[in-house]
């Protein structure tokens, strides 16, 4: 039986849960385990864990004496990983590369932060450089990933769901007709995006606009978004439960992001049957069929969005059959049954 030690971060554990009871399904042993508490090391926010100790990491290989390792962020545990030569997978959620650029343009200027940010990125690159297969979470991000690591084996893996987690729930109540974005504020170059609501909410004032979410960046959206009196900002929200509401009574769903590559919250959106309306950048295309669940908006189109939102709130048999169609899509093609199935396939291949 094939043995495979999942390795994340905690707010990451509702997703990695699933797709560990999936894998079991396939056949496969798991174990899943929050990576800093084995092993860490500066820069951390843990004082406690400057100074790596790696007993308790020798510890837990020897116990569960894995064919590999998989990890879903590019820190300490996996270069530790790298020491012991077991192979590693890392599944690459985002465009890193241009995360760290923002990152150094905004929030990391000062000197420490700039040191710490160069450490971090010293980690990731030895993660990348000699893991045994590289994940990006979608064929947008693929494309990426080969300019940076030609030689190093990559192939896409979607991130999965389960369509029965997603159901519609009484609870939240909200003013009608109304659009629902739900996206952090965490990287300046998907945040930037939403400024270009300004024009939209001047052009529908009978729809208001709940935005759920949170970040170092909100400070840099709210101010110019809450002049409007149809924007209504509710912060972050529990999750799946309170989302689940959210997603419930909402009428459409809008990402408006400046670059992504598989945003989940389009994937629950669809399957909680509302048509949805997003950016065309990164791997969102990949996540809706537009024109059918959907409609995908160039980015910095005002317009556009208004000409799109406008057609879903005045035609509500347009909108209920997007939303079907969306739910349907999801389902045959990003259920964890489908993806585990294939992340298998695959990973055989990369174990030596």
């Excluded at 500066?42 to 790696?54: D, E, L, Q």
């Excluded at 840099?220 to 799946?240: C, D, E, R």
């Excluded at 769903?253 to 590559?261: E, H, Q, R």
Aim: proline letters at 5%; a positive charge; charged letters at 25%.
């Amino acid at each position: 039986m094939l043995k495979l030690l999942i390795a994340g971060a905690s707010s990451k554990f509702f997703h990695l849960k699933e797709f560990g009871q999936t894998l079991e399904k396939f056949g496969v042993e798991t174990r899943l385990i929050h990576d800093i508490e084995y092993y860490d090391a500066f820069p951390t926010r843990k004082i406690r864990n400057w100074i790596p100790n790696k007993k308790k990491f020798n510890q837990l290989i020897n116990d569960f004496e894995p064919d590999a390792v998989f990890i879903d962020r590019q820190a300490h545990f996996g270069s530790a990983v790298l020491d012991a030569k077991i192979p590693l997978f890392v599944h690459l959620r985002g465009d890193y590369w241009s995360e760290i650029k923002w990152a150094r343009e905004t929030l990391y200027k000062s000197p420490m932060r700039r040191t710490v940010l160069k450490l971090k990125d010293q980690i990731a690159a030895r993660c990348f450089e000699g893991s045994s297969l590289i994940l990006p979470i979608c064929s947008y991000l693929k494309y990426i990933v080969k300019e940076h690591y030609p030689t190093t084996p990559a192939e896409v893996l979607y991130q999965g769901i389960s369509p029965s987690n997603w159901h519609h729930i009484e609870g939240l109540k909200l003013n009608h007709p109304c659009v629902g974005l739900l996206q952090g504020a965490v990287i300046w170059g998907k945040t930037q995006e939403m400024l270009v609501l300004t024009r939209v909410l001047e052009a529908m004032p009978h729809v208001t606009f709940y935005w759920v979410g949170d970040g170092p960046y909100r400070d840099k959206i709210l101010p110019t978004l809450s002049k409007y009196a149809n924007f209504k900002w509710l912060g972050p929200m529990q999750y799946p439960d309170k989302v689940r509401e959210y997603l419930s009574e909402i009428d459409i769903y809008a990402l408006v992001s400046g670059i992504d590559m598989s945003p989940l919250t389009l994937q629950e959106a669809q399957l909680m049957c509302k048509p949805v309306v997003a950016t065309r950048v990164g791997g969102i295309p990949e996540l809706m069929k537009d024109g059918d669940t959907g409609f995908l908006v160039e980015k910095g189109d005002a317009q556009g969005w208004i000409d799109k939102l406008t057609m879903l709130v005045s035609d509500e048999n347009k909108a209920k059959h997007m939303g079907r169609s969306g739910r349907e899509f999801v389902e045959k093609t990003f259920s964890w049954d489908i993806i585990t199935k294939n992340f298998v396939d695959v990973a055989k291949q990369h174990i030596k």
